[in-house]
């Protein structure tokens, strides 16, 4: 299979941009890419273009989304005229499944760059926050809604606790701590360690300048701070939040007409893969734990060749569940490798160095697109105070939607440095 490459990468800072629209968000993202890749002239050497977004049908734009978004952008001469572009949408995996899009643009010989960039605008000042967390929905099985609820029923009922979502907070919340409780149930995991993944992330994107969150916390502060769902308080949930972000790949045949200077940053595509959801029983292997293992096999590495992760942690306790179905650890022993530092600065597998979405922040489209980013720096080493020594092989899952008990998508994308 020909290499494709990460020859640019670039996310926002995520926070809160109520007086910025949807294309300027794009365009500077996409500003910020092509300075990535060595200027902006790049950008009219792009033959396709996979736009990721989930929610824009929300502020009125229902279809052909990154064509209206991107025409700014093309009529300043940042993309050509006539470009293809792909609109992508996979609930919080959409920025991946962009990136898997771009990918395969240049795999198949179809394309020597390619873009994929992830665009979100949640946070609504003007409404009520029911309405905001109504926009998340649409990554629920809203044809069969019931379904989810009578696992999730089952699931509690098994060891003694109720299923009862609730207003303040979106359904995701309440299945992600329903996960954890039966984990705490089946395994031992405590909330200490839920604490220990939050708190390090909080820490680690102290020196992330692109973090929705920039103040450390320790664990006593995260199991005190305010509930959502037992056993998740606000520090352990990703915030809300607006953003973009954007990766460039390139054929071998692109980056050797590039200066060296480039060429010295780029970073090889070993595997990227996608993979759905099923309704699995509590006891099966997740969505993830298969994803990866296609992407591993792909590159032709074990789970020990990864010196630095980026997973989905939407909860802390997500962060505790990946880490297994990774292969970092054995089942039931997320919470202890937490506990054990060995996820942490100077750890064996250092897990969300850029905050993770707890703190660096979650605008849907744009989060997996970050992850990549945030791997790409580390390969480069240029990741600052918190660069991982050494690094030469990183690992980025991101998963989408809800289906029982499983994502209803996940991506794995392994890079390694060139």
Known sequence: ????????????????YPDTGFTELATAALRGVLDDAGGTEIGREVEGVWFGNMMMDHWGQRSSRGQFCLMPAIEAGLLPTRVAITNVEGACATGSMAFQGAVSG?????????????VEKIVRPDAPASTVFEMYRGAENSLDPGRTTAIYTDLLAGIGQRFCPGPGRTVFMDTYAAQALHHMHRWGTTPEQLATVAAKNHNYAVNNPRAQYRFP???????????????LTRSMCAPVGDGAAAVLVASSEFVARMPPPVRRRV??????????????????????????????????????????AEVHDATAFSEIYQTEMLGFCEPGQGGPLAESGETGPGGRIPVNTSGGLLSK?????ASGLSMITEIAVQLRGEAGARQVNGARVGLVENGGGILGLEEAACAVTVLQKA
């Open 217 to 231: 916390m320790t664990v006593e502060q995260v199991l005190a701070d305010r509930p959502v769902t037992p056993p």
């Open 1 to 16: 299979m020909p290499d494709a490459y990460v020859l640019g990468a670039f996310s926002l800072p995520f926070g809160k």
């Open 267 to 308: 970073v090889r595509v070993a595997a990227t893969t996608l993979t759905s959801g099923t309704y699995r029983g509590p006891g099966e292997p997740g969505l993830s734990a298969v994803a990866a293992e296609r992407a591993y096999r792909r590159a032709g590495l074990t789970p020990a060749d990864v010196d630095v």
């Open 361 to 365: 922040g979650h605008p849907v489209a």
């Open 106 to 118: 240049v795999r198949s010989g179809d394309h020597e760059l390619t873009l994929a960039i992830g």
